[in-house]
């Protein structure tokens, strides 16, 4: 991004392809596993009745992608970013794959 | 830190911009189309004004009993039976059916119930070809997804445009007139600012009725992957409302109930005046008729359902009474019902739909003011960004720009000219025009890829300029139909499409002659003087 001293070349390059990949693949990923894990906590917590919760978390879904594809951007560095995605991802696969009364 | 996150920001917000604007053009220009498609595809059929031909359910009860005979003799063994009512003066009663092998339709006189000559009026997609485009490229569900994501990349940009903005209310005032680049920032910040709201509605709600197709994953995180899981989704989304009437065939023939007792029975209990009236099973004691209310309406509530009364097709009976008053969903249903009439500008009638229409074409504006200030900032200043490409990569983005903004006003005026020019009785002719479209739209890049940008700029904004001040000529040529022969008969939808088009095309003439001014003017590209300069935002 900022573009300082001499990183002109192929780490500059590389950087910005990472964070691309991270911004488009890597968010769409996380935004999926958040929002599917979100819905399927709010149905164990019953808090919601399920077809809310598929609703209310599918269509927030499109606003958490973005605001991962700007954080991807604003990050320090693209191993920060890849970092952080991989936070969401792990933490929303764990209550994905937790025996919650689920599908049925 | 925070001059960090402003200046990543920029960068975002400048190549995700320009990455997705091109496709974002299209998106947007036929999407503002799309807006007024029902007129476009009033004009595009080109149907003689018949005389003396009464509108809505004022078609006599002889035409309906005509059309039943007349449906009953072509296609005894249907599915369905449609009759379309006249909706505005000159209309005619339309009728259409599908067997189990193939579809036909006709026309009948609505007062008399005489069959009007074939084919009545041109095949063609008409303004649904814009709305097709709009969301799927004409592309299936390869366009479907890459509209998508360029949407995506809109929000992204929207957002990162807000970020880095120092001055949102100043730039509703500001305008610097013949500075180049400043120019084209003003441009751009007014276009997107006027109109800002609106640009994260449409955007946002594009994406979000979709979102079984484009985000099933909590849908099957909830309700599991199987086959039938969206049908159980479905099932208990509208547990409310009422289960759809099914009335399989019993193989006994019954004689088909009197229509217009029907359709007046139907505007009782509704209040909504009759649009078409639909026959499932004809011929069947089992037969089902279904009578629709209009799509469009003056109405205060944002959800409108088309109100519809089922009949049984032999007693009359009422089977079923789908009010226009929208019944209470639950909440997030009613959510996702507000964002589809909010983005198909289902409400408020003809004034919300210019809104749109204008807002719609301040979004492009904005897309296109971007693109431009793109190249022109980097024609000012070229810098190095792709090393020793840097040259043909801004000569490529140039001509793209050209294309994307120009190239496809000549493809949507060019798709009214192919609806013209094509025989009417050619067989295929709708698929014709479409092709027509997409011939233009992909012919542009390599046309502004031969020439330079400057003169690309005015050639393809002056032949789409002339293409639509000439709009009216053709018509008169070719169908001895022109606006004001459609003013004068009550048919302003069809005389809207006439006028406005050719508005569009002084707008694109103006454009043209900007363009040739300041290449006269010799702002020539001016070279990179400096090489060690960074990129700007």
């Excluded at chain 1, 911004?23 to 019953?46: D, I, Q």
């Excluded at chain 2, 000559?117 to 709305?131: C, D, L, Q, V, Y």
């Excluded at chain 2, 009422?318 to 964002?339: I, K, N």
């Amino acid at each position: 991004m900022t573009r300082g001293r001499a990183d002109t070349g192929w780490r500059h390059r590389r950087s910005i392809a990472s964070r691309v990949l991270a911004a488009t693949v890597g968010c769409y990923a996380g935004a999926a596993l958040a929002s599917a894990a979100l819905a399927r906590a709010l149905v164990a917590l019953s808090l919601v009745p399920r077809v809310d919760a598929v609703l209310w978390t599918s269509l927030g879904s499109f606003a958490l992608y973005a605001a991962g594809a700007l954080a991807v951007f604003g990050a320090a560095t693209a191993t920060r970013a890849w970092v952080g995605l991989g936070c969401v991802a792990l933490a929303s696969a764990a209550i994905l794959v937790l025996p919650l009364p689920g599908p049925g | 830190m925070h001059g960090h996150f402003r200046q990543s920001m920029a960068w975002l917000h400048t190549w995700c911009g320009l990455v997705c604007g091109w496709l974002l053009c299209a998106v947007f220009l036929t999407g503002t189309l799309s807006v007024f498609r029902e007129p476009i595809t009033r004009w595009m059929q080109a149907r003689p004004v018949l005389q003396a031909a009464p509108v809505g359910d004022a078609a006599t009860a002889a035409a309906l009993a005509q059309a039943v005979r007349h449906l009953g003799r072509l296609a005894p063994d249907a599915r369905f039976w449609r009759i379309e009512l006249p909706q505005q003066p000159g209309d005619a009663l339309l009728l259409a059916w599908r067997t189990a092998r193939a579809a036909g339709q006709a026309a009948l006189h609505p007062a008399t119930g005489e069959p009007l000559p074939e084919p009545w009026g041109r095949a063609t997609e008409g303004g649904r070809h814009f709305m097709s485009f709009h969301y799927m490229l004409q592309w299936d569900a390869l366009g479907y997804w890459v509209v998508g994501g360029v949407s995506m990349g809109m929000l992204v940009a929207l957002v990162s445009g807000v970020a880095v903005h120092r001055r949102i209310f100043q730039d509703f005032f500001t305008f610097r007139r013949g500075k180049g680049p400043r120019s084209w920032l003003d441009a751009h910040n007014l276009s997107a600012v006027l109109p800002l709201p609106f640009l994260f509605m449409i955007v946002y709600t594009g994406l979000a009725i979709f979102y079984t197709g484009y985000m099933p994953w909590p849908l099957q995180a909830v309700y599991g992957t199987d086959d039938a899981a969206f049908r159980r989704y479905q099932a208990e989304l509208s547990h409310d409302g009422q289960a759809p009437l099914r009335r399989p065939r019993t193989g006994q023939p019954g004689a088909l109930h009197d229509l217009a007792p029907l359709l007046r029975q139907a505007q009782r209990l509704t209040g909504q005046p009759p649009r078409m009236a639909v026959v499932e099973q004809p011929g069947d004691r089992n037969a089902t008729v279904r009578v629709l209310g209009p799509r469009e309406r003056a109405s205060r509530t944002l959800r409108n359902p088309v109100s519809s009364v089922a009949f049984d097709g032999t007693t009359g009976a009422v089977l079923q009474v789908q009010s226009p008053e929208p019944a209470a969903a639950r909440a997030g249903e009613q959510a996702h019902q507000a964002m589809e009439a909010l983005h198909f500008a289902r409400f408020g009638g003809w004034t919300m739909k210019w809104l749109y229409f204008f807002s719609g074409l301040l979004g492009t504006a904005m897309v296109a003011s971007g693109l431009v200030l793109f190249a022109a900032k980097r024609r000012q200043k070229r810098g190095d960004a792709f090393g020793r490409a840097t040259g043909a990569v801004y000569r490529a983005v140039e001509a793209l720009n050209v294309a994307a903004v120009a190239g496809l006003c000549i493809a949507c005026v060019g798709f009214l000219y192919a609806n013209r020019l094509l025989p009417a009785d050619l067989p295929g002719r709708a698929a014709w025009e479409i092709r027509a479209f997409l011939a233009l739209w992909l012919l542009a890049p390599l046309h502004a890829a031969c020439r330079p940008a400057e003169r690309a700029w005015t050639e393809q904004l002056g032949a789409a300029a002339l293409l639509c001040v000439a709009l009216p000529l053709l018509n008169l040529a070719t169908t001895g139909q022109q606006f004001v022969g459609y003013a004068r008969a009550g048919d302003w939808q069809r005389a809207g499409v006439e006028i406005a088009t050719v508005v569009f095309g002084l707008a694109l003439a103006f454009a043209a002659r900007q363009a040739r001014r300041t290449r006269l003017r010799g702002h020539a590209p001016v070279r990179a003087r400096s090489r060690a300069g960074a990129v700007a935002p």
